[in-house]
């Protein structure tokens, strides 16, 4: 599940684990577990879906839409035109866009860094989750995970914050280094089948 692009090491030492596909439905409060053998680790739904609802027991409110600085503008490293577009062809078609056009369109290119844009933050407060779960709220007895992830011998984690941006720039230069253009044009056009503009 997680990439091992040295390029983002960075988002690693602040605590966050990058992901292969990134997907708009991992919230804050989900669950992440792998059962014993299991190769990697998956997402298994929200905490907020297993446990019975008490009175005068609360989650912790998500805080949505926080602006993080510190990530907006960084950019990975040069990756070899190879590895950069099988990166990008995941990612157009995770957003359900054709990727044919890729090699047309950086064909002059030898190599492509990814910048962040305009990157956001949902987060729940660790010491508001940590009094939730402090108040023991009883979890549903018949829900599978329960058994497989609480009870079982599988291991669970809790999402408490997720980084998000609805754009990022490609940057793409030559074996010199020089700055290379990018036929938008071609792109566009498969892109735009995906409802994504380029």
Known sequence: MACRE???QFLREDGYTPIRVPRERIKPM???GRLPGAARPKQIGSLLEIVVPRPGVSP????????VS???GKKTDKLDIGIGLNLLGTIFRALGAVSASLSAAFSSARHVEF???DVLSDSVSILGLRGFLGKHPPLDPDNPAVADYFIGDGQVVVITRTL???SFSVLATDDQGRKVDIDVGVLGKDLAKGGVAA
Not at 60 to 67: F, K, N, S, T, Y
């Open 60 to 67: 912790p409110e998500i805080v949505a839409d926080e602006v």
């Open 70 to 72: 510190e990530v907006s």
């Open 30 to 32: 989900d669950l992440i």
């Open 164 to 166: 998000k941006s609805n």
């Open 115 to 117: 910048v962040y844009e």
């Open 6 to 8: 040295s390029s983002i």
